[in-house]
């Protein structure tokens, strides 16, 4: 296990306890087992199995991809207690979109419409494209690190960014679990959702596309049905 890791064992801990904590009901409903059971061996999975091979993406430097491989591993840690009770991914994937979606807090209209009005500054842009270039260093240094392109805003997007290597992807998928992934990326349309945000996605790498696209639509209504994963529906996004 990479030392920065093992140094945030406990705050990864609390993490995933604070997530299923909002699907007791739940977890019991679908694994006819108590909860806390489920949430404690979930925790032991994760900390004994999933953390000492999570690859080592930059640390406290490269937060955003640290922070993202982490609890998609934790995500990904579900699915793999699920299938040890015999919980098909379809149900566990279900679970984890609940969970994801009680821990988010919805943001007022007011701070949504101030937050979607910013994209449109020339400040926000100018820290997108910084962002996008700062991962292409972190990309050449660590092969698992993220890796995202900056698109100039159009008529129809206010924000246009790409992500062209996934490093969630890439390890879960050379762990066997890859086709998880579309329960983990679908994530992202809930979190937009909270912020009553328009956002739109029509390719994803865990599909086979060459990148994942994460649009903002200047004029579009926030979409709001985003369980069955798009992706596995065909409904135009993914």
């Given at each position: 296990?990479?030392?920065?890791?093992?140094?945030?064992?406990?705050?990864?801990?609390?993490?995933?306890?604070?997530?299923?904590?909002?699907?007791?009901?739940?977890?019991?409903?679908?694994?006819?087992?108590?909860?806390?059971?489920?949430?404690?061996?979930?925790?032991?999975?994760?900390?004994?199995?999933?953390?000492?091979?999570?690859?080592?993406?930059?640390?406290?430097?490269?937060?955003?991809?640290?922070?993202?491989?982490?609890?998609?591993?934790?995500?990904?840690?579900?699915?793999?207690?699920?299938?040890?009770?015999?919980?098909?991914?379809?149900?566990?994937?279900?679970?984890?979109?609940?969970?994801w979606e009680r821990s988010k807090k919805k943001v007022s209209p007011a701070v949504s419409r101030m937050i979607i009005s910013m994209l449109n500054?020339?400040?926000?842009?100018?820290?997108?494209?910084?962002?996008?270039?700062?991962?292409?260093?972190?990309?050449?240094?660590?092969?698992?690190?993220?890796?995202?392109?900056?698109?100039?805003?159009?008529?129809?997007?206010?924000?246009?960014?790409?992500?062209?290597?996934?490093?969630?992807?890439?390890?879960?998928?050379?762990?066997?679990?890859?086709?998880?992934?579309?329960?983990?990326?679908?994530?992202?349309?809930?979190?937009?959702?909270?912020?009553?945000?328009?956002?739109?996605?029509?390719?994803?790498?865990?599909?086979?596309?060459?990148?994942?696209?994460?649009?903002?639509?200047?004029?579009?209504?926030?979409?709001t049905d985003n369980f069955p994963p798009h992706g596995l529906r065909s409904d135009g996004l993914k």
């Amino acid at each position: 296990m990479h030392p920065y890791y093992s140094a945030n064992k406990k705050k990864y801990d609390k993490q995933l306890r604070k997530l299923f904590s909002h699907i007791r009901s739940e977890i019991w409903t679908v694994f006819l087992c108590n909860a806390d059971d489920i949430i404690n061996e979930t925790a032991e999975v994760f900390a004994h199995e999933m953390l000492p091979e999570i690859p080592f993406v930059g640390g406290k430097k490269n937060s955003n991809d640290s922070s993202n491989l982490t609890m998609c591993c934790i995500g990904a840690t579900f699915f793999i207690v699920g299938r040890r009770h015999n919980v098909p991914d379809e149900e566990a994937g279900r679970l984890l979109h609940i969970a994801w979606e009680r821990s988010k807090k919805k943001v007022s209209p007011a701070v949504s419409r101030m937050i979607i009005s910013m994209l449109n500054l020339t400040l926000v842009h100018k820290a997108l494209r910084s962002f996008a270039e700062k991962s292409r260093r972190f990309a050449e240094q660590y092969p698992y690190a993220w890796l995202f392109e900056y698109a100039e805003p159009d008529d129809e997007y206010s924000v246009k960014i790409y992500c062209m290597k996934c490093g969630a992807c890439k390890f879960l998928t050379e762990k066997g679990l890859g086709n998880i992934m579309p329960y983990l990326c679908n994530l992202d349309f809930v979190t937009a959702e909270k912020f009553s945000a328009p956002f739109y996605r029509n390719e994803v790498i865990a599909y086979g596309d060459k990148c994942c696209a994460s649009l903002i639509k200047r004029t579009a209504p926030v979409v709001t049905d985003n369980f069955p994963p798009h992706g596995l529906r065909s409904d135009g996004l993914k």
